[in-house]
T-cell receptor
Framework: DVKVTQSSRYLVKRTGEKVFLECVQDMDHENMFWYRQDPGLGLRLIYFSYDVKMKEKGDIPEGYSVSREKKERFSLILESASTNQTSMYLC???????????FGSGTRLTVV | GDSVTQMEGPVTLSEEAFLTINCTYT??????LFWYVQYPGEGLQLLLKATKADDKGSNKGFEATYRKETTSFHLEKGSVQVSDSAVYFCALTRIQGAQKLVFGQGTRLTINP
């Protein structure tokens, strides 16, 4: 089975900390995505990457950055965590040109 | 910009009831349309999709028809089961351009035995 693995299911961090969320896929997909999921708002795109070392801002990039040094790994970075970044974060990957996205199980981040 | 609107939840039904979850979209051109499902504690899974007008996607007893004239993609199931309890997301992606998935707000469905 193809897989997208997010390194942590639950994280608790303090305000102002630098936070790294890691995502690894084993499908050799070119495209990778970071979404955040909030009740009543659905999933909103933070950043995505077409390929290694490439990144594009999504709809809500403020307060976040990303890194894609290897094809299989896409990291989301919260430069200085704030309480309004408490959310569920979902990573996804996709073969370039294909319809299907594969999602990870999500990381529930709480910033206190 | 592109957007997806789903019916407000939560939705609670009894087992074997008929289900409809409404979804409408706004997009230029001819987007592909999807329904994703999220079971408790899990990520999203693709439930069904349709890539052109009048296409019907189906899977696990669920169906949705791509209606360009009403810009809709309503999800239906004739007889729901307790195991269908989940959050359902309608989504679209455009064939050209960035091909990002744009999601609706999600509808939580609970089926009681």
């Amino acid at each position: 089975d193809v897989k997208v693995t997010q390194s942590s299911r639950y994280l608790v961090k303090r305000t102002g900390e630098k936070v790294f969320l890691e995502c690894v896929q084993d499908m050799d997909h070119e495209n990778m995505f970071w979404y955040r999921q909030d009740p009543g708002l659905g999933l909103r795109l933070i950043y995505f990457s077409y390929d290694v070392k490439m990144k594009e801002k999504g709809d809500i990039p403020e307060g976040y950055s990303v890194s894609r040094e290897k094809k299989e790994r896409f990291s989301l970075i919260l430069e200085s965590a704030s309480t309004n970044q408490t959310s569920m974060y979902l990573c996804a990957s996709r073969q370039q040109g294909a319809d299907g996205y594969t999602f990870g199980s999500g990381t529930r981040l709480t910033v206190v | 910009g592109d957007s997806v609107t789903q019916m407000e939840g939560p939705v609670t039904l009894s087992e074997e009831a008929f289900l409809t979850i409404n979804c409408t979209y706004t997009a230029t051109g001819y987007p592909s349309l999807f329904w994703y499902v999220q079971y408790p504690g899990e990520g999203l899974q693709l439930l069904l999709k349709a890539t052109k007008a009048d296409d019907k996607g189906s899977n696990k007893g669920f169906e949705a028809t791509y209606r360009k004239e009403t810009t809709s993609f309503h999800l239906e199931k004739g007889s729901v089961q307790v195991s269908d309890s989940a959050v359902y997301f309608c989504a679209l992606t455009r064939i050209q351009g960035a091909q990002k998935l744009v999601f609706g707000q999600g509808t939580r469905l609970t089926i009681n035995p």
